[in-house]
Every structure is written in structure tokens, then in C-alpha cells.
Nanobody, 119 residues
Framework: QVHVVESGGGLVQDGGSLRLSCALS????????MGWFRQAVGKEREFVAS????????QYADSVKGRFTISRDNAKNTVYVQMDSLKSADTAVYYC????????????WGQGTQVTVSS
């Protein structure tokens, strides 16, 4: 029933910016925490950022803190991550995830979108 789809990935130069979008359908968006994760070649999937119900709180991985900004638009059932000052270490497949309603565990995942940062 719940479906999550990411978009906005692509190729960007070192120091550039991208904004990723994630749309949720088939369920109540505003009552779920939304998160972004990423997986680079040869590495485990890692947490990037999350935003709580009605934007009441945000969390960031140390590796992206100060460079990435997560936000949500409940009217559009969409979560975003604005990625600035990108570097080669940010190259990865980025995944969007949603918790269950009022939950804390991520239960729904998108297919991923590729972000490549070139020198």
C-alpha cells in the first residue's frame, strides 16, 4: 500500500549542489518520520538524515552535518534533502525511507537514486 519514490539524482561537480525529492503515496505522510540513507560502492548502507513528524526534529550524520538540509512538505507528501558543498565521498545511491505511522522503525524504502560527484 505505502509506496516511496526518490528522484533528483545525477552528476555534479565537486563543490556543487543537488536536491533530492521523495514522494510517499498510499498512506498518511504527516504521521511518519522520513529518512535518507546512502550506499557507496564497497560500503555498507549508512544513515544520512531524518525528519520527524510535522518537522518537529531533524537528525544528521556527522559526515553531512552543515552541508545537507532535510525538509518536508506535508501538503505534497514529499521529503527533500538539499545537498550543498558536495564532495567525492558523497557519491552513492541515495535511498528514501519511511517509518510506520507514529513509529520509529523504517518499514518502507524507495528504489534509490544515483548521486555522482566528479572532480
Amino acid at each position: 500500500q505505502v509506496h516511496v519514490v526518490e528522484s533528483g539524482g545525477g552528476l555534479v561537480q565537486d563543490g556543487g549542489s543537488l536536491r533530492l525529492s521523495c514522494a510517499l503515496s498510499g498512506g498518511t505522510f504527516s504521521r511518519r518520520t522520513m529518512g535518507w540513507f546512502r550506499q557507496a560502492v564497497g560500503k555498507e548502507r549508512e544513515f544520512v538524515a531524518s525528519i520527524s513528524l510535522s518537522s518537529l526534529g531533524t537528525q544528521y550524520a556527522d559526515s553531512v552535518k552543515g552541508r545537507f538540509t532535510i525538509s518536508r512538505d506535508n501538503a505534497k507528501n514529499t521529503v527533500y534533502v538539499q545537498m550543498d558543498s558536495l564532495k567525492s565521498a558523497d557519491t552513492a545511491v541515495y535511498y528514501c525511507a519511511a517509518t510506520t505511522t507514529y513509529g520509529t522503525q523504517y518499514a518502507y524504502w524507495g528504489q534509490g537514486t544515483q548521486v555522482t560527484v566528479s572532480s
